[in-house]
């Protein structure tokens, strides 16, 4: 099958490279002219497990292509999968500038049937809005699809190889036929290929972030009662996540959400909730709870330091808003940092990946450390932000050693409160420590 993928940042780049490894003959589109020549030269743009080998052996092979022409990867593509972002608008919206615009041209471009497949998040409706533009073009022959994506950070090879679900929005029985075939190698397990109309379709993306997003709020609700009850919420999670209608997953409590998708789609569907005249009090409260979560580190450092935090030095060790990424977008740790540099602390930071991510941000007023170890001399007191493995089974007397005072603001709930008190240092977790 002749693929085209039109955006070839995160999501397109993934879905590009999976599609050529099952045999498809996929152009990659984008107008970011560095990007593009560098992935020609196997330079990846994004940190991912696995993706540079499966992108250089595609491109090596001439199963995957890349290219800066929309009028080309147009033109040559039969199924063309919209993979643009669509980010937050001041209001929360979904900005959708540059989605429709390209279809604009991709309306403009188009010399026969294709299949046009929005894989960005888009609000209910949108599918319907670029069909407008089609028929208002005179492409009455383009079938307009909604195919939500679900893939994690961390795991997105793995997420696109062998998805949970896949999700087709269409009525279109020659698209629906499509794009069964175009996935069928990738749910032979038999996971489920779901076709609903495009309403819906689109509706469940942001369904399904927004109620993971709920999850990881709520246990941080409950964490912090955890912390004024004396109750722990490590043991409180395991006794509630053997439910299994509630199970084990996103029950985490923690320093709250970030990345490129829960904030922005919790806000978008809180949004299209207003536009349909209707308040959606739950998600109001998620997101609330999380922008304040982000906060309660910094409380718990003043109140163990007296609020005498001015020139304190705090290590940080965590940027990127989760492990196996470099992306700091609605990171918690740069919420963290700025709170501590306004209050006068100084900052060492490291993270595994993501340090060249984040160091143009603070202008030389943060320290950055290649090494965890080094990091932490002299340090007033540690703040774990990201639960990267290396940081989970340190060597914790060099810890001490190497610090002004043994202090451990564990964000992510990673060391054992008896085992950090026994190695002599002060801890404090989230929602484990009878505050």
Same mark, same amino acid.
């Given at each position: 099958m002749e693929i085209s993928i039109i955006g070839t940042g995160y999501v397109g780049l993934v879905q590009?490279?999976?599609?050529?490894?099952?045999?498809?003959?996929?152009?990659?589109?984008?107008?970011?002219?560095?990007?593009?020549?560098?992935?020609?030269?196997?330079?990846?743009?994004?940190?991912?497990?696995?993706?540079?080998?499966?992108?250089?052996?595609?491109?090596?092979?001439?199963?995957?292509?890349?290219?800066?022409?929309?009028?080309?990867?147009?033109?040559r593509g039969k199924v063309i999968f919209l993979c643009l972002p669509t980010p937050q608008s001041e209001d929360g919206s979904a900005d959708l500038t540059?989605?429709?615009?390209?279809?604009?041209?991709?309306?403009?471009?188009?010399?026969?049937?294709?299949?046009?497949?929005?894989? !960005?998040?888009?609000?209910?409706?949108?599918?319907?809005?670029?069909?407008?533009?089609?028929?208002?073009?005179?492409?009455?022959?383009?079938?307009?699809? !909604?195919?939500?994506e679900f893939l994690k950070e961390g795991s997105a090879i793995e997420d696109s190889l %062998?998805?949970?679900?896949?999700?087709?929005?269409? %009525?279109?029985?020659?698209?629906?036929?499509?794009?069964?075939?175009?996935?069928?190698p990738f749910v032979?397990?038999?996971?489920?290929?779901?076709?609903?109309?495009?309403?819906?379709?689109?509706?469940?993306?942001?369904?399904?972030?927004?109620?993971?997003?709920?999850?990881?709020?709520?246990?941080?609700e409950l964490a912090n009662l955890c912390d004024k009850s004396g109750a722990d919420v490590e043991w409180v999670r395991r006794g509630m996540?053997?439910?299994?209608?509630?199970?084990?997953?996103?029950?985490?409590?923690?320093?709250?959400?970030?990345?490129?998708?829960?904030?922005?789609?919790? *806000?978008?569907?809180? *949004?299209?909730?207003?536009?349909?005249?209707?308040?959606?009090?739950?998600?109001?409260?998620?997101?609330?709870?999380?922008?304040?979560?982000?906060?309660?580190i910094v409380k718990k450092m003043l109140r163990h330091f007296n609020n005498q935090i001015q020139q304190k030095v705090i290590t940080i060790w965590g940027l990127s808003f989760k492990p196996q990424t470099d992306d700091v977008r609605e990171a918690p740790a740069l919420v963290i940092i700025n709170s501590l540099l306004e209050i006068g602390a100084k900052i060492?930071?490291?993270?595994?990946?993501?340090?060249?991510?984040?160091?143009?941000?603070?202008?030389?007023k943060v320290e950055f450390f290649d090494n965890n170890y080094e990091a932490l001399k002299g340090a007033d007191a540690l703040a774990v932000i990201t639960e990267w493995n290396e940081f989970r089974r340190p060597d914790f007397d060099r810890m001490k050693a190497l610090m002004k005072r043994p202090v451990i603001f564990d964000g992510r709930n990673i060391y054992d409160p008896k085992l950090m008190r026994e190695k002599g240092f002060i801890y404090f977790g989230i929602g484990r420590n009878g505050e």
């Amino acid at each position: 099958m002749e693929i085209s993928i039109i955006g070839t940042g995160y999501v397109g780049l993934v879905q590009g490279a999976c599609f050529a490894d099952t045999g498809n003959s996929v152009v990659c589109m984008d107008v970011d002219e560095k990007k593009i020549s560098n992935l020609k030269k196997g330079i990846i743009p994004i940190y991912e497990p696995g993706l540079e080998e499966i992108v250089r052996r595609n491109f090596q092979e001439e199963r995957l292509e890349f290219t800066t022409s929309l009028k080309a990867a147009v033109e040559r593509g039969k199924v063309i999968f919209l993979c643009l972002p669509t980010p937050q608008s001041e209001d929360g919206s979904a900005d959708l500038t540059r989605v429709l615009a390209v279809v604009e041209q991709i309306a403009t471009y188009a010399n026969e049937y294709k299949i046009l497949v929005s894989k !960005s998040t888009i609000p209910v409706g949108t599918v319907d809005r670029i069909r407008q533009i089609m028929r208002k073009k005179g492409k009455q022959d383009i079938d307009v699809v !909604s195919n939500p994506e679900f893939l994690k950070e961390g795991s997105a090879i793995e997420d696109s190889l %062998k998805p949970d679900r896949i999700v087709i929005g269409s %009525k279109s029985k020659r698209a629906i036929s499509v794009l069964t075939d175009v996935y069928a190698p990738f749910v032979r397990t038999g996971n489920p290929i779901m076709v609903m109309d495009e309403r819906s379709a689109e509706m469940t993306k942001y369904a399904a972030n927004s109620f993971l997003a709920t999850k990881i709020s709520f246990m941080n609700e409950l964490a912090n009662l955890c912390d004024k009850s004396g109750a722990d919420v490590e043991w409180v999670r395991r006794g509630m996540g053997s439910d299994p209608r509630i199970g084990q997953q996103f029950l985490f409590a923690g320093v709250g959400y970030g990345g490129s998708c829960f904030p922005k789609d919790v *806000k978008a569907l809180i *949004k299209t909730a207003q536009e349909h005249e209707y308040e959606f009090k739950i998600l109001r409260a998620v997101d609330e709870v999380n922008e304040r979560q982000k906060r309660l580190i910094v409380k718990k450092m003043l109140r163990h330091f007296n609020n005498q935090i001015q020139q304190k030095v705090i290590t940080i060790w965590g940027l990127s808003f989760k492990p196996q990424t470099d992306d700091v977008r609605e990171a918690p740790a740069l919420v963290i940092i700025n709170s501590l540099l306004e209050i006068g602390a100084k900052i060492r930071a490291h993270d595994p990946i993501a340090n060249s991510k984040v160091r143009g941000q603070f202008g030389g007023k943060v320290e950055f450390f290649d090494n965890n170890y080094e990091a932490l001399k002299g340090a007033d007191a540690l703040a774990v932000i990201t639960e990267w493995n290396e940081f989970r089974r340190p060597d914790f007397d060099r810890m001490k050693a190497l610090m002004k005072r043994p202090v451990i603001f564990d964000g992510r709930n990673i060391y054992d409160p008896k085992l950090m008190r026994e190695k002599g240092f002060i801890y404090f977790g989230i929602g484990r420590n009878g505050e």
